[in-house]
T-cell receptor, first 118, second 117 residues
């Protein structure tokens, strides 16, 4: 089974509107972390936001917020007041288990392409 | 700028050839990860090194190998290249701030785009 599922391959959003990107995950670990990364057309991977499995509040970073529903195993990214520069691929990723001294690999979903229309 | 440096940025080669991709992690980061991103797909984990030792392995082909050197830079060697190896290869690094602390975030380089003709 896929560990990270992003069901929306692509979506359009009007400038200044909000958009929600879906992400569901599958893990048997009690401790884990969820990440969202942005990949613009230039190719680099930009970290946006993080949610730990024990965090009681939803994470927020500027215009980005993470709607974390633990029982449903979902970690949706909400981008408010979309800007043209938000047009990019967005990836949900997961760290399974406690943070190790040597670090942990992340498992990525297939991504959602967002195009912001003026 | 993440602080992770990858070279070359672009590489075009022919089937059957061998190439080496290089990565310098952020200053102080001991872990290096390699990922492969084929066209319009997610990132596939290949391999992780920590302070010179292999720590985790993903779906890395036998034709591919990697190592991390004493100065912590890493190289990914791809041999007997096939058309399907064309992809964006990312290197990432991470720092360990303490047991249970931090997020485990990976810092990515800009990637090396490999085209096999």
């Amino acid at each position: 089974a896929q560990k990270i599922t992003q069901t929306q391959p692509g979506m359009f959003v009007q400038e200044k509107e909000a958009v929600t990107l879906d992400c569901t995950y599958d893990t048997s670990d009690q401790s884990y972390g969820l990440f969202w990364y942005k990949q613009p057309s230039s190719g680099e991977m930009i970290f946006l936001i993080y949610q730990g499995s024990y965090d009681e509040q939803n994470a927020t970073e500027g215009r980005y917020s993470l709607n974390f529903q633990k029982a449903r195993k979902s970690a949706n990214l909400v981008i408010s007041a979309s800007q043209l520069g938000d047009s990019a691929m967005y990836f949900c990723a997961m760290r399974e288990g406690m943070i190790k001294a040597a670090g942990n690999k992340l498992t990525f979903g297939g991504g959602t392409r967002v195009l912001v229309k003026p | 700028d993440s602080g992770v440096t990858q070279t070359p940025k672009h590489l075009i080669t022919a089937t059957g050839q061998r190439v080496t991709l290089r990565c310098s992690p952020r200053s102080g980061d001991l872990s290096v990860y390699w990922y492969q991103q084929s066209l319009d797909q997610g990132l596939q984990f290949l391999i992780q090194y920590y302070n010179g030792e292999e720590r985790a392995k993903g779906n890395i082909l036998e034709r591919f190998s990697a190592q991390q050197f004493p100065d912590l830079h890493s190289e990914l060697n791809l041999s007997s290249l096939e058309l399907g190896d064309s992809a964006l290869y990312f290197c990432a690094s991470s720092v360990f701030p303490g047991q249970g602390r931090g997020t485990g975030e990976l810092f990515f380089g800009e990637g090396s785009r490999l085209t096999v003709l």
